[in-house]
Each structure stands twice: as structure tokens, then as C-alpha cells.
């Protein structure tokens, strides 16, 4: 158990559609990223924040959002979801940013787009 | 951040030291060297991590050359339950801009560990 919560574990939706990721951090950690693992892409990362603020943006898509509320978790929303966004969806914490803070990933939410 | 090689597959039978090679030959001087695993579509697994010296923990032991262009993550006694996808990733402390942070994957080694 890394100390990072991810809910829900598994949602399925339609096209069209949008939902939200939320993610609970390890207590102490004030960065949280957020990755997406699908099957032709690999894991990618999205975006960052730190302490509330964005701090480093990946291949996150318009339709995708993302924030950190002041008690430190996160929430990934996704709109207008198309077929192609079916994936897991990792959150991952740590205390700082960068080197060398070890990154601690939470079970994954998957995400099924119909 | 410096790019990673790694094999794509490797099979280490139950018991057996299982030692998983890694080239990162563009790697600077401030960057470190990471090991995550993954097991079946569970979240990846810190394993170890280094700048310049080797390192030992619970899980496992990162052998890094003297030059910094490759190493090597040792797990001592593997067993069925180290069956996984091993990522080998090279990241700089606080570099700002967009990297910031971010883990870069790339495919990694599926190691099969076998009774």
C-alpha cells in the first residue's frame, strides 16, 4: 500500500460524456501528478501540482483538467470523453518535486469509454 | 532528461539473482537514475533510485558504472511475485519548464521470474 488513494477504481461511461478522478495524496506529500497508461501509449504523464499549483504540464489534452484543493487532493476531469480515452489513470505523490523525490503511484482508476 | 535502453524481456528462475541492465549513455551529471516496476496494471512500484554511488535497500540493489552510462537493478532472491515490467528512468532534481517533475517511461524489461 503506497499511501495513495485513487477513487473510483473503475468507471464506465459513453461518448460524449465527463467525469472525475480524485486523488488523495501520501499525508505529507505536496506534489501530485497524475499519468495515463494506455494500451498503445504506455505510461504518459499529464500534469503536475504542487501545493496547489501547476507546475508542469504533459500531452494532457483541452478536454482534460486538473486541481488541487488546499487540503492537498486532486481531481483529474475529463469532458467530452471519446472511445480513445479508455485507459488507466494514475495519481502519484511526493514530498517535493524533482529529483531526487521518489514518486508513490496509487491503485489506478480505469476508465471505460463505451 | 536522458533517454533509457533497456531489454525488452528477460526470464530469472525462483531463488535466482535477477540482475536487469539499463544504458543511459546521455545521462548529466545531476541526473539520477530510477527503478519503478510494474505488476499487471497496478500502479508502478518505487523500487531504488541514484546519483553516483551504488545503493541498497529492502527490495533491491542498483549497481550504476563508474561512468554513469549504465546499471544494473539487482534483485537478490527473486521470486514468482517479482514477475513485473522493470522501468529504468533517468531524472534531473528541480529543472523547471515543463519536465518538472514528470516521469518519462519507456517500455521497460517484462521480467519473468519462473519456478
Known amino acids: 500500500d503506497s499511501g495513495v488513494t485513487q477513487t473510483p477504481k473503475h468507471l464506465i461511461t459513453a461518448t460524449g460524456q465527463r467525469v472525475t478522478l480524485r486523488c488523495s495524496p501520501r499525508s505529507g506529500d505536496l506534489s501530485v501528478y497524475w499519468y495515463q497508461q494506455s494500451l498503445d501509449q504506455g505510461l504518459q504523464f499529464l500534469i503536475q501540482?504542487?501545493?496547489?499549483?501547476?507546475?508542469a504540464k504533459g500531452n494532457i489534452l483541452e478536454r482534460f483538467s486538473a486541481q488541487q484543493f488546499p487540503d492537498l487532493h486532486s481531481e483529474l476531469n475529463l469532458s467530452s470523453l471519446e472511445l480513445g480515452d479508455s485507459a488507466l489513470y494514475f495519481c502519484?505523490?511526493?514530498?517535493?518535486?524533482?529529483?531526487?523525490?521518489?514518486?508513490?503511484f496509487g491503485p489506478g482508476t480505469r476508465l471505460t469509454v463505451l | 532528461d536522458a533517454k533509457t535502453t533497456q531489454p525488452p524481456s528477460m526470464d530469472c528462475a525462483e531463488g535466482r539473482a535477477a540482475n536487469l541492465p539499463c544504458n543511459h549513455s546521455t545521462i548529466s551529471g545531476n541526473e539520477y537514475v530510477y527503478w519503478y516496476r510494474q505488476i499487471h496494471s497496478q500502479g508502478p512500484q518505487y523500487i531504488i533510485h541514484g546519483l553516483k554511488n551504488n545503493e541498497t535497500n529492502e527490495m533491491a540493489s542498483l549497481i550504476i558504472t563508474e561512468d554513469r552510462k549504465s546499471s544494473t537493478l539487482i534483485l537478490p532472491h527473486a521470486t514468482l511475485r517479482d514477475t513485473a515490467v522493470y522501468y529504468c528512468i533517468v531524472r534531473a532534481p528541480n529543472a523547471g519548464g515543463t519536465s518538472y517533475g514528470k516521469l518519462t517511461f519507456g517500455q521497460g524489461t517484462i521480467l519473468t521470474v519462473h519456478p
Open positions: 502519484a505523490s511526493s514530498v517535493g518535486t524533482g529529483a531526487p523525490h521518489e514518486q508513490f
Open positions: 501540482y504542487y501545493n496547489g499549483e501547476e507546475r
